[in-house]
């Protein structure tokens, strides 16, 4: 378990920040699952290799999971580190390989033409995370499957309306060509970090749709998996802080400093976080209006 600790301890993400309300054995399987996550995401991201490597590369993980999942002795470290995991929670391979066909995604598409499209990648890079970890932290209730697609898609439209500068400067977006078209912002004015007021209409949109994933992920908690998806609670808390700084700057991110959220605000989440599971109150501290 060495390798995924130390790539959960360097990715400083929200996601190993989450961990940090979990039972420590809990906690020690999530480092795993994440950094198996981590890793593929990282081969797509390596814009410095070219593309027939990166396909390579991503083809390895794949048939090393399969190797995991199938009772085979896997042949990357952290592959050999989440095999037992898989045996123990009855992970599917199935969703291994959903995982991996939407961090593949990356490798083949710089352009997503409808919502359709994008709702597909945003449910395989981030849905299916959830639906992975909901053994690991011991859910129950069918609904928390429901939460953890809706939660997901929130989380991923969140980040991607964070992230359009940097994806522009690697030549994608991912804000859907439909959206585009209706408001009337050209593919080249966001490749060129052109910030405009029909920019910010569309932005806007994305952000009312992942409000509404939002909203269907508090409605979708299960009350008793409460206490269990305390993680996935305290991520969504992040999240919607983060999509709220969004519409204050009314969704400029070409301009000015990384939207990112202080330390000390994330440490006010974990503790509100924290003490809303503790005394059992109901509700989730994102998805309002």
Known sequence: MQQSQ?????????????????????RDDMAVLYAFCRQVDDVADDTAA?????????ELWRQDIRRACGGQRPQLPVCQE?????????????????LLD????????????????????????????????????GCRHAASR?????????????NILRDVANDAARGRIYLPLEELRACGVAPEAILNGLYTPAYAELAGRVARRARR???????????????????????????????LKLE???????????VRLSRACKIALILRTWYRHATDQPGSDYGWD
């Open 6 to 26: 130390r790539i959960t301890r360097r990715s400083a993400s929200n996601l190993a920040l989450a961990f940090c309300l979990l039972p420590r054995t809990t």
């Open 50 to 58: 070219p593309l027939e490597e990166r396909r390579a590369r991503l």
């Open 82 to 98: 989440l095999q037992p995991i898989i045996e123990w929670y009855r992970l599917p391979l199935a969703l291994f390989e959903e």
């Open 102 to 137: 939407g961090v593949a995604m990356d490798l083949e598409i710089q352009r997503y033409a409808t919502w359709d499209q994008l709702d597909l990648y945003c449910h395989r890079v981030a849905s299916v995370v959830g639906l992975l970890s909901l053994p690991i932290f």
């Open 146 to 158: 429901e939460y953890a697609i809706a939660l997901g898609r929130a989380l991923q439209l969140t």
């Open 213 to 243: 994933y939002y909203r269907q992920a508090r409605q979708q908690l299960p009350e008793e998996d409460r206490r269990a998806l305390v993680a996935a609670e305290l991520m969504g808390a992040v999240y919607w802080r983060l999509l």
């Open 248 to 258: 204050r700057r009314q969704f400029d991110v070409f301009r000015g400093p990384p």
